[in-house]
């Protein structure tokens, strides 16, 4: 599922490694929701943000989920940096 991902949405990161927290959160029905973004709406709040670290794939789940799915496991492991950016 993750290499569908990384064909959908075509983009370089620069690690495509998870923290095993992350990674036991990770389930097929949240990969999914993933799945379903558009692109182009994807592609634009990238290019919106303020700050944008290197973008890591564990960093690339983090901000979608943040913006667009809303899981309530993993915005606990959501770092805050990330939220501290994206609620400004």
Request: proline fraction near 2%.
């Amino acid at each position: 599922m993750i290499a569908m991902l990384k064909t959908k949405f075509r983009l370089k990161f620069i690690n495509y490694e998870l923290s095993n927290c992350l990674e036991t959160l990770l389930n097929e029905a949240f990969l999914k929701e993933i799945y379903k973004l558009d692109r182009t709406e994807v592609i634009q709040f990238l290019f919106k943000l303020k700050y944008f670290s290197p973008l890591t794939f564990e960093y690339f789940i983090f901000l979608l989920n943040f913006k667009f799915i809303r899981n309530e496991s993993i915005l606990k492991i959501t770092p805050n940096d990330i939220i501290n950016d994206l609620t400004e």
